[in-house]
């Protein structure tokens, strides 16, 4: 392996670790704005670690919604992890329970990418175990330092924290949503479309259910349709 790929790989995996572990900060005030404890918030950082789903599960809580609707949602934006080890089992192929655990606790957006993206099977996985460890150190760190720094500011302050949540799940969609991202109309259309839907249900239903609602509505809408050949349609 040429060390010039191999460094320009570490460099590319520490540097967007960094650039991702930044947000920690923004769930930890999040969570404490949404009345957990600081330990609570760490142990969801380290137990949990997808993003997505921890923001989720922090916007039901914060909004009075239940445990069932917190978990729900986060369970069903975690599923595309799912996706993703299928697709990095043959790269990374861990060898012993302790390499399997910590492999599927890392796949998330940002080691898959980075796996993905490598020019060969090596270097993939050196991409995926440096990303995902700089990224996991980084945001249970700032998970921590976030919680601690909201828990000591006042009531007026931390109404301010109402803000993070969205501004924060705004923040990792629009760059999904660009011209640059694969087939960026649909994405928009399936963005909009749950929208829409969780809007219309947000005052009929406990929060946090508009949530679950809005990504079954939108799974059942983008589902695989058959096509049907002119002499079926003739039959």
Known sequence: MPSSARTATLRDAVGLGVAVGLYGVAFGAAAAGAGLDTWQAVATSALMFTGASQFAMIGVLGAGGGAFSAVGSALLLGTRNTVYGVRLAPMLAPQGWLRRAGAAHWVIDETTAMAVAAPDRELGRLAFWVTGATIYLGWNVTTLVGSLGAAALG????????????????????????????????????????????????PFVPAGVQVVLAVVAVALAGRPRTTTSPREAAA
């Open 155 to 202: 009531e007026t302050a931390q109404a301010a924290l109402d803000a993070v949540v969205p501004a924060a799940f705004l923040a990792l969609l629009w760059p999904r949503l660009q011209r640059s991202a694969r087939e960026p109309g649909v994405q928009r259309r399936v963005a909009l479309g749950g929208a829409v839907v969780a809007l219309a249900l947000t």
